[in-house]
């Protein structure tokens, strides 16, 4: 910048008496100007305050050419929006000031400034982009579909230019992250909310860190949750029944009873072999909540366990196995279809008959006076290959009336197993017989050809049958009834 000035010489002065004119002689002096400052640039990294980092720009500026005598008598500052955000330095080829990084894009500038701010100059513009970090974290675990998720909150940056750098996440079985494992997921200025799920290499406790990737920033800037993750033993309520000679095993699929990459171990204990076999099954089968172990043998004695192996490389400890209750037995055992006795036939029995199909070892008669449920055993049968049977109860009294039943009995794993099928049948004897002796006079002599009348007094006059004719005037009037399940029932007149 060229500025020129009038300088009065005292020896240029002619001092003309009759004109009076004083003339001066002029000259141009050069001032040297301020050298230019080129657009100014910027670094992120993090500032220890405190022993808390917080992330910094740092903005720089250089010249184009080396400071002249105007810029060794000036400073320059680093402005923003028109306010001096830093302190004077001495002008140099170049040097730098820091700011503080922003969520939102902010314009910086270098000035210059001489002769108490009479003359100044700036430099170009620089727009610092918004550098966001996590404000927040938090974590959770999902025991349905076994699943820990890891949440953070970031500042939206909605208008302007912000940095795109992606964001880092670690996760370890640690809280020092010895080992851990990396991820990187991309970066949505718009986004304030964000996620990121882990279903596999699950640990009792889980730690998470996050922050953004910068080659400036490590780990000085982040946020961490820990997450516990819930590893139960498999209910108690777990069963184990015979269904068509197979075993049918049941249990609740409790989710936090799983974990990623686990075996479902289903443990066969063989009692009367004294062995035991492992099924080994896949997470499928477990959320199903049911098997069916058909490789089991006829009368011997089954018991079944229950565990959910961890992975083998995993921190988790398995839970004990879980005992599925009950006895597993299965039986080859026929049918009993019907029985039949007979009504008042006989008067020294009563005749039984039934059919059965398949294999009974023997075949036990019980009876009860009709009316009550006290069943006595009286009889017992072997089996055969027969497919129908008989036999006789002579015991019991004449004109009473019974109800009788069948069971089949097979002899399995030393223990009796009954038929599922019983059927009854009701009957009994008649009520005649013999009678001996003599009718005579009061003096003793024999009466000739006398008929003797027997009649029973029992009320109830069991064992007697009644004929109607059919016709409309013939019925038989009841005043009690006596049903086949001991209940009475009165008629009213």
């Known amino acids: 910048m060229d500025f020129k000035y009038n300088v009065v010489n005292d020896n240029s002065i002619l001092k003309t008496a009759a004109f009076g004119l004083l003339v001066t002689k002029t000259a141009n002096v050069s001032i040297p100007q301020m050298s230019g400052i080129n657009t100014p640039t910027y670094s992120f990294f993090p500032l220890s305050s405190n022993g808390v980092f917080v992330p910094k720009a740092r903005i720089s500026y250089t010249k184009s050419t080396l400071p002249n005598a105007v810029d060794n008598l000036s400073k320059i500052a680093l402005y923003q929006a028109g306010n001096k955000i830093s302190s004077d330095m001495t002008v140099a080829m170049s040097g730098s000031a820091d700011a503080d990084a922003s969520i939102i894009p902010k314009d910086y500038y270098f000035q210059q400034n001489v002769y108490n701010g009479r003359v100044y100059n700036s430099s170009p513009i620089l727009t610092l982009p918004a550098f966001t970090f996590p404000k927040s974290a938090s974590g959770r675990y999902n025991p349905a579909s076994q699943t820990v998720i890891f949440s953070w909150t970031m500042d939206a940056v909605t208008t302007g230019e912000a940095a795109n750098n992606k964001i880092k996440i670690q996760y370890a079985d640690n809280p020092n992250f010895d080992n851990p ?56 309520t777990a069963k184990a029944v015979v269904a068509n000679n197979a075993a049918l095993i049941t249990w609740e699929p409790l989710g936090s009873a799983w974990l990623p990459g686990a075996t479902f171990l289903i443990t066969r204990a063989n009692n009367t072999t004294k062995t035991s076999t492992e099924i080994k099954l896949t997470k499928e089968d477990f959320d199903k909540g049911v098997y069916t172990d058909n490789l089991i043998a006829i009368c011997n004695s089954y018991t079944y366990t229950l565990q959910v192996v961890p992975p083998i490389v995993s921190s988790f400890t398995a839970k004990p196995a879980t005992k599925a209750v009950g006895e597993v037995l299965p039986v080859e055992i026929g049918t009993i279809n019907t029985l039949e006795a007979s009504k008042g036939y006989f008067p020294d029995r009563t005749e039984l008959r039934w059919t059965a199909e398949g294999q009974f070892d023997n075949f036990i008669i019980k009876r009860a006076v009709y009316g009550s449920n006290n069943f006595v055993q009286i009889l017992q049968v072997p089996g055969s290959s027969l497919t129908e049977y008989q036999s006789d109860d002579t015991k019991g009294s004449p004109g009473v009336y019974y109800t009788y039943q069948v069971v089949g009995v097979v002899k399995c794993n030393n223990k009796n197993v009954f038929s599922n099928e019983a059927p009854i049948a009701i009957g009994f004897r008649s009520p005649t017989g013999n009678i001996y002796g003599r009718v005579t006079y009061d003096n003793g002599q024999n009466v000739e050809d006398v008929a003797v009348r027997v009649q029973s007094n029992d009320a109830a006059q069991t064992g007697r049958s009644i004929l109607l004719n059919g016709n409309a005037d013939s019925y038989l009037k009841l005043d009690l009834l006596i049903l086949r399940n001991g209940q009475k029932r009165e008629f009213l007149n």
């Not at 406790?205 to 080659?215: D, G, K, N, Q």
């Open 181 to 236: 494992q990396s991820i990187s997921v991309d970066y949505v200025a718009s986004q304030t909310d964000y996620e990121f799920a882990v279903d596999k290499n699950l640990s009792p406790t889980m730690y998470f860190r996050v922050s953004r990737e910068h080659s400036a920033f490590v780990w000085e800037i982040y946020k961490q949750a820990s997450v516990n993750v819930g590893f139960d033993p498999i209910p108690s």
